[in-house]
């Protein structure tokens, strides 16, 4: 454990991994606070750019988006009501009321504070749990690991969406899209429609960007609602608040952690349960600190904790944790329980390198915050553009092939039409990614049992997934009759 | 009708992919050939479609 924590941090404080812990945090905290530009689609983006780095630096940039975002998009929430990410729509509520009276400072300050506070302990959380899961991996086959997969895009299907049966549908697409590409076993080329650029199958970061990156850029540039940024920020929070919120932060911690281990789990989800935990201890909706410090310690604790089961199983559990894999694989790491083992310097450095991005982003987001506010007030007739040219330029760079553009942009057009017939696309990515390993390993499965499903369910851990999977169809069809 | 379009959508993607997916060998359970395992999904995508047809029409009413 020692040894392992000392190569954490030797990882973590070399000096190319410090300055992409700290180009992860700013990009995330740009990111986080830009309304109309989320995490998923920037890590798309970014995903060509990490092919010359090692996997550790990618992973820590990675993750430092992704956390930093949880930092930047409270500000946005607090100052204009109007949330940079979906996972700081409640912080709107308490942290909009708190603007109005005057008491923005106060807000950010303890936005920043709580999501330190949860980065920190989370940190620890990883650290201590995610090692004692990978041995219970270990006892995973073939069998139980595509049971495994299988929940959790079953489980994200019906989570994510109002209507389970169309998220299913989703996550089902996904996984036909990855089947786009040559079958690993038979060396056949599948769908390609005689389109050379299909035969190695669609790139990870042309269905990134275009489902998530383009649609976005289309809703954002249609969304109308006036940008009023609120400037008065010299009031810092007194002994009081402070006072007020800890055991508020340590709540919404606790909350965003757990949340963060379950499959369909995620920054967004965790935010919102620990506002509502949060109601039952304190008086929330008219500008409370507690409305502020609960949901953002509980957001910054779950996109932290949610690469416990990424890094030691290798199971994605959100959009962002399975671009996140699929950079893994391209980098040529195979997903699973033998990461921490085989790569260590990987698991611990991001680990470590947590504690010194939390520490960047209090800097970042707390004194220097004056900046970030001047970034909301950009005209998104010059942001949008740009950013466009970059999707493309980011789908054109992998393959230099024309080819990839276009199937970014249909991507782009399903996207908008998936958010015109309120289908969340999450489960997409995940089936996308998950689809070929899963394919692989039920395909490995049934040809050690000669064809029958017996190991499906005489292994307890197969059962126990099974049974999940079953709540989680029970749940969908409970969701959907109750409408 | 939101549902109903949605499930058309599906319904034809679904169609789409298990028409395709027929060119390829099915092979058999204990060595299944490429064409297997898209044509289950593509059934799965077609059935959760026509589902959502089914369920459109039903809120409609």
């Known amino acids: 454990m020692l040894d392992n924590l000392a190569l954490g941090f030797a990882t973590a404080f070399s000096l190319q991994n410090i300055f992409y812990c700290f180009m992860g945090c700013f990009l995330g905290t740009i990111v986080g606070v830009l309304p109309g530009i989320s995490v998923v689609s920037t890590l798309s983006i970014l995903i060509p750019l990490t092919y010359t780095l090692s996997p550790t630096s990618t992973l820590i940039m990675m993750a430092g988006i992704y956390y930093g975002a949880q930092y930047g998009s409270s500000t946005c929430a607090i100052l204009i009501n109007n949330p940079g990410e979906n996972s700081s729509v409640i912080t709107c509520i308490d942290g909009y009321a708190m603007t109005q009276n005057g008491r923005a400072g106060a807000a950010i300050v303890v936005a920043g504070l709580s999501s330190f506070i949860a980065g920190c302990i989370a940190t620890v959380i990883i650290a201590l749990f995610a090692p004692s899961l990978t041995e219970l991996a270990f006892k995973f086959g073939p069998a139980e690991y595509s049971c495994m997969m299988l929940m959790g895009l079953i489980s994200i299907a019906v989570l994510t969406n109002n209507d389970p049966v169309a998220g299913i549908a989703v996550g089902l697409l996904g996984m036909l899209l990855g089947c786009i590409g040559t079958d690993v076993n038979s060396a056949i080329s599948r769908f390609n429609f005689g389109v050379n650029a299909l035969v190695d199958g669609v790139g990870v970061n042309n269905i990134a960007v275009g489902i998530f990156g383009v649609t976005e850029l289309i809703r954002g540039y249609l969304d109308k609602t006036p940008r009023v940024v609120h400037s008065k920020l010299n009031i810092m929070p007194n002994k009081d608040d402070l006072k007020r919120m800890w055991p508020a932060a340590l709540r919404g911690t606790g909350i965003g952690s757990f949340l963060g281990l379950l499959p369909g789990g995620g920054a967004a989800i965790a935010s919102y349960m620990s506002y509502v935990f949060e109601k039952r201890f304190s008086k929330l909706g008219n500008g409370a600190i507690e409305g502020v410090a609960a949901p953002e310690a509980g957001n910054n604790a779950a996109a932290q904790t949610g690469f416990i089961p990424l890094l030691a199983m290798g199971i994605p559990e959100n959009a962002v944790m399975s671009i996140m894999l699929a950079t893994m694989i391209i980098a040529g790491i195979q997903p699973g329980p033998s990461v921490i083992v085989n790569q260590p310097e990987l698991f611990w450095g991001v680990t470590v390198s947590m504690l010194i991005g939390n520490l960047i982003l209090v800097i970042l987001n707390i004194p220097l915050v004056g900046i970030w506010v001047k970034l909301i007030s950009i005209p998104k007739h010059l942001l949008f553009p740009l950013i466009f040219l970059l999707c493309v330029y980011g789908a054109y760079v992998v393959n230099h092939s024309g080819v990839d553009v276009i199937i970014m942009l249909v991507l782009g057009v399903l996207g908008y039409v998936f958010y015109l017939l309120d289908i969340q696309p999450a489960p997409l990515m995940l089936g996308f990614v998950l689809g070929p390993l899963f394919e692989e390993y039920f395909r490995r499965a049934m040809s050690i049992s000669r064809g029958s499903f017996e190991p499906f369910l005489t292994s307890p851990i197969c059962v126990v997934l099974l049974l999940l999977i079953g709540g989680f169809l029970i749940l969908g069809l409970y969701k959907m009759v109750k409408r | ?61």
Do not use: H, Q
């Open chain 2, 1 to 61: 009708m939101k549902t109903i379009l949605s499930g058309i959508l599906y319904s034809i993607i679904g169609v789409a992919g298990v028409i395709l997916s027929n060119k390829y060998p099915m092979g058999e359970l204990y060595m299944m050939g490429p064409g297997l395992f898209p044509s289950i999904i593509s059934s799965g995508i077609l059935i959760c479609g026509l589902i959502l047809i089914l369920k459109g029409m039903i809120d409609a009413r």
